[in-house]
């Protein structure tokens, strides 16, 4: 039986490769068919009667993301869709902050119609600031930004290098991002200088724009002392204003921190925190992003101390996903750990980026 067996063998093994050449052909046939059915499942009706067949991604600053299978993935400008239709589970965010679920049914022209667990709710489209699949994969949920920037002066022999990297997620009773940044001065007959952060925020949202706010960074200074800042901190805060093509938002709080100066003793300290943000877009070529932010940080145990910190971010999108724009930070702090330190270290940079 055994010579009978490797006789066979080859013969055996033959077919056994062909049943699955075959069996992996009809796979690759019909996984490369099912994700075709499936994003041509959404419709978007637009206000001169037009529709489009394909996957809706999502809206955010005014601009709906649809995929289609012949066109590739398009914007198309909020204020031009008359209606929704798709049977996939999303998230809407309204104005006044209110967050609804569900998936998208016929509803009148120029409302959307939200069914959930039987039930269809309309919504006027233009109190609608933002619209999220609820997505499955873990990866699917993943979003954010990688930039590079450089400079150099020839006359001075000054040369700057930074690197900034943003990774969130977003689900529907939190966000959570960490983030990196650094720059780097290099000029001769000096130590070099450098400007470090890193760190992860979460944020639990609340009812009518009230979110909780938390943190955890690592700073670097070597300009105003610092070699080290650890810290934690949480708080409360509410997005004052929010339409499809802006957020402002103010926030409130405690952080406790441990700083180890260039020179000298690691101190602990006690601050409170109050700071702004606001994010303007317009989707308009080409697309542009503004971020800034402020923030004061009043010392609670060391009198008569208190430092800010203010960044502000232009992106111009070139191609699909790539931007160029140019990044500012000023720190200042009347009291730094070092010292005879300087107490203001500010600087801007012109960067290349890629967001995902």
């Not at 006359?155 to 997620?169: A, H």
């Not at 470090?196 to 706010?213: A, E, K």
């Not at 260039?262 to 006690?270: I, L, Q």
């Not at 009347?334 to 960067?351: E, Q, R, W």
Request: hydrophobic share 35%.
């Amino acid at each position: 039986m055994h010579g009978i067996m490797r006789a066979g063998r080859p013969i055996v093994a033959s077919r056994v490769r062909q049943a699955s050449g075959v069996a992996l052909l009809v796979l690759c046939v019909l996984a490369a068919g099912r994700p075709a059915a499936a994003a041509d499942t959404d419709v978007v009706v637009l206000k001169n009667g037009d529709r489009m067949h394909g996957e809706i991604k999502g809206m955010e600053y005014g601009r709906l993301q649809f995929s289609t299978t012949t066109m590739s993935t398009v914007y198309v400008e909020w204020d031009k869709v008359a209606a929704l239709l798709s049977p996939r589970f999303f998230e809407f965010e309204l104005m006044d902050g209110s967050r609804y679920y569900g998936s998208l049914e016929p509803a009148d022209a120029g409302a959307l119609g939200v069914a959930f667990e039987g039930q269809i709710t309309a919504f006027d489209a233009a109190r609608v600031v933002r619209i999220r699949r609820i997505k499955s994969s873990f990866w699917d949920r993943i979003d954010g930004s990688i930039s590079l920037g450089a400079s150099y002066a020839r006359s001075s022999e000054i040369g700057q290098g930074s690197l900034s990297v943003s990774v969130g997620t977003r689900r529907p009773a939190f966000e959570f991002r960490t983030d990196f940044s650094t720059t780097i001065t290099v000029q001769p007959d000096q130590p070099d200088q450098s400007r470090t952060t890193g760190g992860v925020s979460y944020r639990r949202l609340m009812r009518n724009r009230w979110f909780v706010p938390g943190t955890g960074r690592l700073e670097r200074n070597t300009d105003l002392g610092l070699a080290l800042r650890s810290s934690v901190g949480g708080g409360i805060g509410r997005n004052l204003a929010q339409t499809n093509r802006s957020v402002l938002g103010v926030a409130g709080g405690l952080v406790v921190n441990r700083e180890d100066p260039v020179e000298g003793d690691s101190t602990a300290n006690v601050e409170a925190f109050v700071g702004t943000t606001y994010e303007f877009f317009t989707y308009d070529t080409p697309k542009t992003n503004i971020d800034t932010a402020f923030v004061l940080y009043p010392s609670l145990n060391v009198s008569g101390r208190y430092r800010t910190d203010f960044s502000l971010t232009l992106s111009r999108e070139i191609v699909q996903d790539f931007t160029v724009g140019a990044t500012a930070y000023d720190s200042y702090d009347n009291k730094p750990p070092g010292g005879s330190s300087s107490t203001h270290d500010f600087g801007i940079s012109l960067n290349i980026g890629w967001t995902f």
